[in-house]
């Protein structure tokens, strides 16, 4: 993957529009999924890449740093054989001319270093400029994915909200189609009912022993009246039995007070 097709897709999901793109989609929660398996392997895979880019970048950070060495040790050397060639034409010994050739060799490598290191410097500022977009972009890319995963923990517990909210919301509406209260009302009734019920038991059982009493006091009634009829078929009075006794009690007093009377 080249340099330009990442820095363009971290400028791409860099500028993603988040809340825009939950709008449109018809399962943000999936959606959301998506987005931070996707911005996860995009950055990983920039990561990748920014870490080549910049580790050629510090290559050729070096290489340009050789050459500059290069043509500072070739112009020393350019010196000293010519500082060389100068001492020997000066003692007058034929040598000097050998020495500038060498100064010039040394001049030649010098120049070429430079030239080297020069090409080297647009390159090595272009490439600084890019891994610099790409640190920026891949900083972005990672705060959008904080971003995305704060809103995914934020939409899954307004979802759970609203499910329990939902919830609530069946379950009262099933409790007022039920109507407690109506069978609160029913049971209540039933009750009654059977109190009643019991009311009734109790007041038959009542009534059929006061009967059963009624019936012995008419047996009794009964059976005076029928004595009385056989005393008066037998010539007395209805009361005779009752008053006869009486009587006799009182004659036998009697006699009894005229005998105590006599033995005095």
Do not use: C
Not at 7 to 18: E, P, V, Y
């Amino acid at each position: 993957m080249s340099k330009q097709s990442i820095l363009g897709r971290i400028a791409q999901l860099a500028k993603a529009n988040i809340n825009a793109i939950l709008d449109q989609a018809e399962d943000p929660q999936k959606m959301l999924d998506q987005m931070v398996r996707d911005y996860t392997n995009s950055i990983a895979e920039a990561e990748a890449a920014i870490a080549q880019t910049i580790g050629n970048l510090r290559l050729q950070e070096q290489d340009y740093q050789e050459d500059v060495r290069a043509a500072e040790d070739w112009g020393r050397k350019a010196l000293a054989a010519s500082q060389r060639a100068d001492q020997l034409r000066a003692e007058g010994k034929p040598d000097a001319e050998k020495f500038d050739n060498l100064a010039k060799v040394a001049l030649g490598k010098q120049m070429q270093s430079e030239q080297e290191a020069r090409a080297a410097e647009p390159s090595i500022q272009s490439q600084n400029q890019v891994v610099d977009k790409l640190k920026t972009g891949l900083d972005t890319m990672k705060q959008k994915l904080d971003q995305l995963k704060s809103k995914r923990s934020e939409l899954i517990a307004r979802a759970k909200v609203a499910e329990a909210q939902s919830q609530v919301h069946d379950a009262v509406k099933s409790i007022d189609i039920l109507d407690p209260t109506s069978e609160i009302g029913r049971f209540e009734e039933k009750i009654r009912r059977e109190e009643a019920k019991v009311m009734g038991q109790q007041e038959l059982a009542a009534s059929t022993l006061d009967a059963q009493f009624e019936a012995l006091e008419d047996v009794g009634r009964q059976t005076e009246i029928e004595a009385r009829l056989a005393a008066l078929k037998h010539g007395g009075s209805a009361n005779q039995g009752q008053l006869g006794a009486g009587a006799g009690s009182t004659q036998s007093e009697g006699d009894h007070v005229e005998a105590e009377v006599v033995d005095r």
